[in-house]
Each structure stands twice: as C-alpha cells, then as structure tokens.
C-alpha cells in the first residue's frame, strides 16, 4: 500500500471542494486496514468513506484512510428474512439496488441517498419514514488503537434522530468495515405513507406497489428535488429537521400557524428545517458560486468554485436568519472539517 502525499481530495468530496490531504492511502480489506493503523499508530488520523457527509473547509493535516472495502453477501436466510451483509466500502445505493433486484425488502425508501454502506450507521441514515435502525442486525468495526474486531449490536449502537454511539461516545474510536441488515424476502412493509411517494405511485398508475415500484418512485421524488452530485456539488440535506418542544412549538405556531410540523412524542414536535429555510428566503439565492438549491432548500450546493469556508459561512447565515425569524436553531447534519 502506498501512502501517497498532499493528495487531493476534490474528487473524494461529494461538495466537489478543493483541499489536499497531508497523507492519503487506500485500502481494500480489514488486514491492509490493521496494517496501515499498526504502522502509522503515532500519526493523526482521518477516515474517509464516500464523501457525501462533509464540508472541507480546509486541507486535512494527516493521514486519510480512505475505505474502500467491497463486498456483499446473505449470511444467513429462512424462507421469510435473510440478513445481508455489505462491507463498509459499497456504493449504498447500489447494494439498495443489489437488495431488491434480488428480493430483500426493507431499504428501498433509502434509495438514492449518497455515500457508502460504512457510515450509514454512524448517522442513522434515514429518508421517507425510513431509517437504518429499522432493519440494522449488527457491523463490525475495527478499534483504532488496538485494531481488534468487535461487533456491534443494534442496541450497543445506541441509535437516534442522525445520531449514533459513533458520533457520541466512541466518535473517531473505531471504523466501520460491514453492516448487516435483517431484510424481509415475503410479506414486505411497503411504506408509503410518507412525503410525496403515494402521490407518485398513483401518476405511475401503480395500485399495489412492489418494493422496486417504491424504490422507483423515491428515486424519482429525490432526482426531481435534488441536484446529482456529479453535477452541481453538494451533500445532500444539509441541516436536520429540528425537534423542539410541544410548548416551544405552540409558541411558534400561534405567530405561524401555516408551519408544517410532525408529532415525534406527547412532548416534542418536529419542523421541517427546509421550509424554515424558504420562508427565511433563502431558497435559489446564490452567494458567489455558493447557493440554496432552486428546488430543496436543505440542500446547499457548489457552482463551480466555491470554498468550504464560503459554503459554511452561508450556513452560519441561513442558521442565524432561521433563529431571528423563529426562534428556532437548526443544527448542520454534514460533518464540518
């Protein structure tokens, strides 16, 4: 393996930012992973996955693992469910794509979200009433100091609203080599109750959806509101959905009655951070060649040229303008480097 020098990382980076990496190596299984942290164990590390859960907004002084494990597999099966198993380095919405071309329900409302299969759980990943706890059996993950091999269970990763023990108590403790999940191959629970996808389903004339019919029309939904990375930089929703209070949000709501809101609990509501955006006028503004996607205003995107620090720097503006117009805080869902 060869670790290479001021590597650059545009092309590592869904936003499309330039910045270069001290160090960089890439590797391809769980042993050249032990050898490359035994070797480099006194060096700062950073660990790269897909890229699409991130703002560089500067060079990255150390070494940069990048992921890229592939490999997937049914370990186990009965004529109902089946568990399979990804390794961290896969596209996630190719092995979305592998699962149900091969009839593994319970994925297919996270189609087409960007990344790979290793950093799906540090988030908790989740889209149209879906999230990767949902059907989340357990990952393997690597101890960085040590380089032994533990399991982790659903419950020993203590999963939240985009959270996980691996943002939390264990953050830059352990990399994630695999996942695997517990998908059904019968009875599927098709889930479209949620967003725009039975408003979908019926243009496509679609009565009794098939796993790869909600797929489908997610696909679609996420194509026609948010841009491909590929070309117009981006990394998905940037802000999450905030959770508030019931006697906060009761406050709020009687100064603007129209805001959309979700009951998480007797005691907390959540609000769309999107729509908080756009009546903040956010929505399609263009800074520079940072922006507001014209469609999905959770999306901030890169025009060409943009640096992390302009892209953060218009977040901080979108965060501070939504707290003065509501007094509400959204939190940043991207990684800030």
């Given at each position: 393996m060869e670790i290479l020098s001021h590597y650059p990382l545009k092309n590592h980076n869904t936003f499309g930012i330039s910045a270069f990496a001290k160090e960089f190596?890439?590797?391809?299984?769980?042993?050249?992973?032990?050898?490359?942290?035994?070797?480099?164990?006194?060096?700062?590390?950073?660990?790269?996955?897909?890229?699409?859960?991130?703002?560089?907004?500067?060079?990255?002084?150390?070494?940069?693992?990048?992921?890229?494990?592939?490999?997937?597999?049914?370990?186990?099966?009965?004529?109902?469910?089946?568990?399979?198993?990804?390794?961290?380095?896969?596209?996630?919405?190719?092995?979305?794509?592998?699962?149900?071309d091969n009839g593994f329900g319970g994925l297919e409302n996270l189609s087409l979200i960007p990344g790979n299969v290793g950093t799906t759980p540090i988030q908790n990943i989740g889209a149209y009433g879906t999230e990767i706890k949902d059907t989340f059996v357990s990952c393997r993950a690597m101890d960085i100091a040590t380089q032994q091999i533990r399991t982790f269970t659903q419950k020993e990763c203590?999963?939240?609203?985009?959270?996980?023990?691996?943002?939390?108590?264990?953050?830059?403790?352990?990399?994630?080599?695999?996942v695997t999940f517990r998908l059904t191959k019968t009875n599927h629970k098709i889930n479209t109750s949620y967003g725009d996808i039975a408003a979908e389903l019926t243009k496509n004339g679609v009565t009794i959806p098939t796993i790869k019919d909600v797929s489908n029309a997610v696909t679609a939904i996420r194509q026609s509101k948010l841009p491909d990375p590929k070309e117009l930089g981006n990394s998905g929703s940037f802000f999450k959905n905030p959770i508030i209070t019931a006697e906060e949000f009761e406050k709020v709501y009687i100064l603007h009655p129209q805001m959309p809101h979700y009951t998480v609990s007797d005691t907390e509501v959540k609000v769309p951070a999107g729509w908080l955006i756009e009546q903040s006028g956010f929505k399609g503004k263009r800074f520079g060649d940072a922006g507001i996607h014209a469609r999905q205003a959770l999306v901030l995107v890169n025009y060409g040229n943009a640096t992390g620090k302009e892209l953060l720097d218009l977040s901080k503006k979108i965060q501070e303008t939504v707290y003065d117009n509501f007094g509400i805080r959204i939190e940043a869902e991207v990684n800030i480097i």
């Open positions: 190596v890439q590797v391809h299984t769980e042993e050249e992973l032990a050898e490359v942290l035994k070797e480099n164990s006194g060096k700062k590390l950073f660990i790269l996955g897909g890229g699409s859960n991130m703002l560089l907004t500067q060079d990255i002084d150390a070494l940069v693992i990048h992921i890229d494990i592939k490999g997937k597999q049914v370990t186990w099966q009965d004529d109902d469910k089946a568990h399979v198993q990804a390794m961290a380095g896969e596209n996630w919405h190719e092995f979305v794509l592998y699962c149900i203590e999963f939240g609203y985009r959270e996980s023990i691996f943002k939390g108590a264990l953050k830059d403790k352990y990399i994630i080599t695999s």
